[in-house]
């Protein structure tokens, strides 16, 4: 069955390391996404690609970048973490730009 | 761009009784509206969208109206169970626009 991958699951690093977290889906979906999910601020878009070497900004980059070599592939990049950006990573993919978004597990992270 | 209410943060119901959970949106040109559905350590998941050429959907006891003249849409639960205790999410995109925007989300509790 086709499905979609985040790895790791939880990660702990430290201040000012360079952090990758990976995201795989085996749905051939052209679109993808990463939120970071943060209580009180619901699902919040940091980077989208539509497509191999797409890439765009949401509304909460900075501090975070993004590749799309393959069409399974949306790795994210943290290249120097902070503190605030301790919290729930997701990973989704859609067929459509504008329709049914299918997510990841999840990735827990915390920046000591 | 598109802003996203999503109201109430929490809401306590009864086993049976029916929840409703309210959004508005600033973008008048968005015209695709999904609901989210998270458990508890899960991911999120659709259980209903609508588009803007439609006023009203249903799926079981899973309801969604839209007043696109008012700004804003709603998810009806009715007959709830236990299984509904969860976060729920609204979302928002606009025609030929390139981000979902989300909501705070909105905890729904059902006692039994």
């Known amino acids: 069955d086709a499905e979609i991958t985040q790895s790791p699951r939880h990660k702990i690093t430290e201040t000012g390391r360079q952090v990758t977290l990976a995201c795989h889906q085996t749905?051939?979906?052209?679109?993808m996404f990463w939120y970071r999910q943060d209580l009180g601020h619901g699902l919040r878009l940091i980077h989208y690609s539509y497509g191999v070497q797409d890439t765009n900004k949401g509304e909460v980059s900075d501090g975070y970048s993004v590749s799309r070599s393959n069409t399974e592939d949306l790795p994210l990049t943290l290249e120097s973490a902070a503190s605030s950006q301790t919290s729930v990573y997701f990973c989704a993919s859609s067929e459509l730009r504008a329709g049914e978004q299918f997510f990841g597990p999840g990735t827990r992270l915390t920046v000591l | 761009g598109e802003n996203v209410e999503q109201h109430p943060s929490t809401l306590s119901v009864q086993e049976g009784d029916s929840a409703v959970i309210k959004c508005t949106y600033s973008d008048s040109a968005s015209n695709y509206f999904p609901w989210y559905k998270q458990e508890l350590g899960k991911r999120p998941q659709l259980i209903i969208d609508?588009?803007?050429?439609?006023g009203e959907k249903k799926d079981q006891r899973i309801a969604v109206t839209l007043n696109k003249t008012a700004k804003h849409f709603s998810l009806h639960i009715t007959e709830t169970q236990p299984e509904d205790s969860a976060v729920y999410f609204c979302?928002?995109?606009?025609?030929?626009?390139?981000?979902?925007?989300f909501g705070a989300g909105t905890i729904l509790r059902v006692k039994s």
């Open positions: 749905w051939n979906h052209n679109n």
């Open positions: 609508i588009r803007s050429n439609v």
């Open positions: 979302a928002a995109i606009s025609r030929g626009g390139n981000k979902l925007v």
